[in-house]
């Protein structure tokens, strides 16, 4: 079964980074895309970032230059890490994963994969 466990949630002021991880169980199925998508209060849930096998990236516009997604050599555990944050950051930020074959891994789609963690919650302050 997979089983994804984000950490690495807190506080930080505005300008400030942060590194979110999420450990990923070992699994006998390969993952075709892994990524993080954030939900804040009253809004929908915003695809943030994705990765591939090959490790083709994708961000969405808000986060591009600032966050960048990564895998350790293992591919056990995903990072997003965070530069420059804004209050408009804040969030719930969840790991997600697909074992389904796409055309490409998009950050968009990062909402849509079937597998997600419990989030980590990331609050910036002004």
């Known amino acids: 079964e997979v089983r994804l466990v984000e950490s690495g949630g807190g506080s930080v002021e505005s300008g400030g980074s942060r590194r979110v991880s999420c450990s990923v169980s070992?699994?006998?199925?390969?993952?075709?895309?892994l990524g993080w998508f954030r939900q804040a209060p009253g809004k929908e849930r915003e695809g943030v970032a994705s990765?591939?096998?090959?490790?083709?990236?994708s961000y969405a516009d808000s986060v591009k230059g600032r966050f960048t997604i990564s895998q350790d050599d293992a591919k056990n555990n995903l990072y997003l890490q965070m530069e420059n944050l804004k209050p408009e950051d804040t969030a719930m930020y969840y790991c997600?994963?697909?074992?389904?074959?796409?055309?490409?891994?998009?950050?968009?789609?990062?909402?849509?994969?079937?597998?997600r963690g419990q989030g980590t919650q990331v609050t910036v302050s002004s």
């Open positions: 997600a994963a697909t074992t389904l074959p796409r055309i490409a891994c998009t950050s968009r789609d990062t909402v849509t994969y079937g597998y």
């Open positions: 070992k699994v006998t199925v390969r993952m075709q895309c």
């Open positions: 990765i591939d096998g090959d490790g083709r990236t």
